[in-house]
């Protein structure tokens, strides 16, 4: 059974940096063909895909915000971590963790299991 | 990188189908069959209802269906439950973003 948590603080100030935490459990990003990734939805508004990373440390970034992310993976632990720069009051969101779907050919460019999410405040 | 184009808003009555469509370009939807839907509960996260443009993920019924034609997938839902109350969001592979990209959502209503 796959699951996955999000952590890290429910509030950050303008400026600083967000560092959130996707531990998961029912399979191993040392696994071939496996990728987890992050993805937000401000309140009331729509999701955007934020970051992916593949069992082989390939990574992908949302182009408007490349700049300011980073996404690493801790095998050892099950744990994949997302860092964003900078935050400001419009990154306020619920940000998600989720299981990448791979089938017979690869990617399938889908997002099948996800975590619960967790509410980021941007406020001074 | 624009989002793909979903109504706002649909309705139905129990029993009957409905259909959300979500418009891109050749750049994304267009251009690759990697279309997948999400189903969102109020507070709740997303289910992945379909993936590349037809498929359902063991466990989702088969009412729920997906399409495509040209620049346009197509998530049809038919029987309309109560439970079928909820936010619905497209995502498409883009060749401009290579992380994919979401619709702006559609709420539907079940009358």
């Known amino acids: 059974q796959i699951t996955l948590k999000e952590s890290g603080p429910t509030l950050v100030k303008p400026t600083q940096t967000l560092t959130l935490t996707c531990s998961f459990s029912g399979f191993s990003l040392s696994t071939s063909a496996v990728g987890v990734g992050w993805i937000r939805q401000p309140p009331g508004k729509a999701l955007e895909c934020l970051a992916l990373?593949?069992?082989?440390?390939?990574?992908r970034y949302s182009p408007s915000l490349k700049s300011r992310l980073t996404i690493t993976k801790d095998t050892s632990k099950n744990q994949v971590v997302l860092t964003m720069t900078n935050m400001d009051p419009v990154d306020t969101a619920t940000y998600y963790c989720?299981?990448?779907?791979?089938?017979?050919?690869?990617?399938?460019?889908?997002?099948?299991?996800w975590g619960q999410g967790t509410l980021v405040t941007v406020s001074s | 990188q624009s989002a793909l184009t979903q109504p706002a808003s649909v309705s139905g009555s129990p029993g009957q189908s409905i259909t959300i469509s979500c418009t891109g370009t050749?750049?994304?939807?267009?251009?690759?069959?990697?279309v997948s839907w999400y189903q969102q509960h109020p507070g709740k996260a997303p289910k992945l209802m379909i993936y590349e443009v037809t498929n359902r993920p063991s466990g989702v019924s088969n009412r729920f269906s997906g399409s495509k034609s040209g620049n346009t997938a197509s998530l049809t839902i038919s029987g309309l439950q109560a439970e079928d109350e909820a936010d619905y969001y497209c995502n498409s592979y883009s060749s401009k973003s290579t992380l994919g990209i979401f619709g702006g959502g559609t709420k539907l209503t079940v009358l």
């Open positions: 050749s750049s994304d939807v267009g251009g690759y069959n990697f």
């Open positions: 989720a299981h990448r779907l791979m089938d017979d050919y690869g990617d399938s460019e889908a997002f099948d299991h």
């Open positions: 990373i593949y069992w082989d440390d390939d990574k």
